[in-house]
């Protein structure tokens, strides 16, 4: 199945337009980095993190990203996120995405992971930060229950957001089946979905067929190689994820869905050595 340029203009769009159509006529799919995957990097002090990311991104040879919230963020603890939410300047996240710009990095989306604790002022500063980072996509990894409070948010301000799953599939408020999907997807005509490749793999299904039939509903996709069963994060290779066929898949399909490393297994090498290996990986499979 090839995606006209008619199909393109007509579809709600995820990713800019040069870039869907790029992406539509290209030899191959879109290949980046979730800038989780840098986050052992160490900051040089009077410099923000983004900085240090910019520079690994040239080293590994990528642009296209999705944008880690907790690598903008001072600390770690709930109480103070939300201080930090609410004071958090505009115009800093402004100054972010001109250097983003300036060094052709493509930000496909922001990732915010939604907890219950949030006030309604916390959720809306998210979508606020999305729009001056001048993404139209929140990727989260949240519970079931929070959809509902997002359902208005994502509608106000047409903002998509995608739901990541896991592989706990035991606990009906975790994003894991297919039917915690629908279910998503069902409240609000801007929810989406960010499959993470080796999750759903891990937790007993088929990303192949499942990118088949729902990449419409598919904003982008997290790739990592996890053992079946369940199994353990491993380095790429050593899993059973089908990574492989899942890019032949967006290669034969020319679908317009960034393929991005989430480098989360226990590897030798430094974060920016450790994603160079997952994107050669990636660039083989697809050669």
């Given at each position: 199945?090839t995606?006209?340029?008619r199909q393109?203009l007509?579809?709600?769009?995820t990713?800019p337009?040069?870039?869907?159509?790029?992406?539509?006529t290209a030899?191959?799919?879109?290949l980046?980095?979730?800038?989780?995957s840098y986050?052992?990097?160490?900051?040089?002090?009077?410099?923000?993190?983004?900085?240090?990311?910019i520079?690994?991104?040239?080293?590994?040879g990528a642009r296209d990203?999705?944008f880690?919230e907790?690598e903008?963020?001072?600390t770690?603890?709930?109480?103070d996120?939300?201080?930090?939410?609410?004071?958090?300047?505009?115009?800093?996240?402004?100054?972010?995405?001109?250097?983003?710009?300036?060094?052709?990095?493509?930000?496909h989306?922001?990732t915010?992971?939604?907890q219950?604790?949030?006030?309604d002022?916390?959720?809306?500063?998210?979508?606020?930060?999305?729009?001056?980072?001048?993404?139209?996509?929140?990727?989260?990894?949240?519970?079931v229950?929070?959809?509902?409070r997002?359902?208005?948010?994502?509608?106000k301000?047409?903002i998509?957001?995608?739901?990541?799953?896991?592989?706990?599939?035991?606990d009906?408020n975790e994003?894991?089946?297919p039917?915690?999907?629908?279910?998503?997807?069902?409240q609000s005509?801007y929810?989406r979905?960010?499959l993470?490749?080796?999750?759903?793999?891990?937790?007993?299904?088929d990303?192949v067929?499942?990118?088949?039939?729902?990449h419409?509903?598919?904003?982008h996709?997290?790739?990592?190689d996890?053992k079946?069963?369940?199994g353990?994060?491993?380095?790429?290779?050593e899993?059973?994820t089908p990574?492989?066929?899942?890019?032949?898949?967006?290669?034969?399909?020319r679908y317009a869905?960034?393929a991005?490393v989430?480098?989360?297994?226990?590897?030798?090498?430094?974060?920016v050595?450790?994603?160079q290996?997952?994107?050669?990986?990636m660039?083989?499979?697809?050669?």
């Amino acid at each position: 199945m090839t995606i006209t340029r008619r199909q393109i203009l007509s579809s709600v769009s995820t990713l800019p337009l040069a870039r869907l159509l790029d992406a539509a006529t290209a030899s191959g799919p879109i290949l980046g980095v979730m800038t989780y995957s840098y986050r052992a990097l160490p900051q040089v002090p009077g410099t923000e993190r983004v900085d240090g990311e910019i520079e690994a991104l040239k080293t590994n040879g990528a642009r296209d990203i999705e944008f880690y919230e907790s690598e903008l963020q001072p600390t770690a603890k709930a109480e103070d996120l939300a201080r930090w939410r609410a004071a958090s300047s505009l115009d800093r996240l402004a100054g972010i995405k001109k250097k983003l710009d300036a060094a052709n990095v493509i930000m496909h989306a922001y990732t915010v992971n939604y907890q219950t604790s949030m006030t309604d002022a916390d959720l809306e500063a998210t979508f606020a930060q999305a729009k001056t980072l001048g993404t139209q996509v929140i990727a989260t990894s949240t519970r079931v229950a929070m959809a509902p409070r997002l359902a208005p948010l994502a509608d106000k301000h047409k903002i998509f957001v995608a739901f990541h799953g896991h592989s706990n599939t035991k606990d009906p408020n975790e994003f894991a089946t297919p039917e915690s999907f629908d279910m998503a997807l069902a409240q609000s005509r801007y929810f989406r979905i960010n499959l993470d490749i080796g999750h759903f793999f891990a937790a007993g299904y088929d990303p192949v067929a499942y990118i088949q039939r729902h990449h419409a509903n598919i904003t982008h996709l997290h790739i990592k190689d996890r053992k079946k069963n369940d199994g353990p994060n491993m380095p790429w290779g050593e899993g059973d994820t089908p990574i492989k066929e899942v890019l032949l898949l967006l290669k034969k399909n020319r679908y317009a869905l960034p393929a991005l490393v989430e480098y989360e297994y226990r590897g030798a090498g430094t974060p920016v050595e450790e994603t160079q290996k997952c994107l050669d990986y990636m660039r083989r499979a697809v050669a």
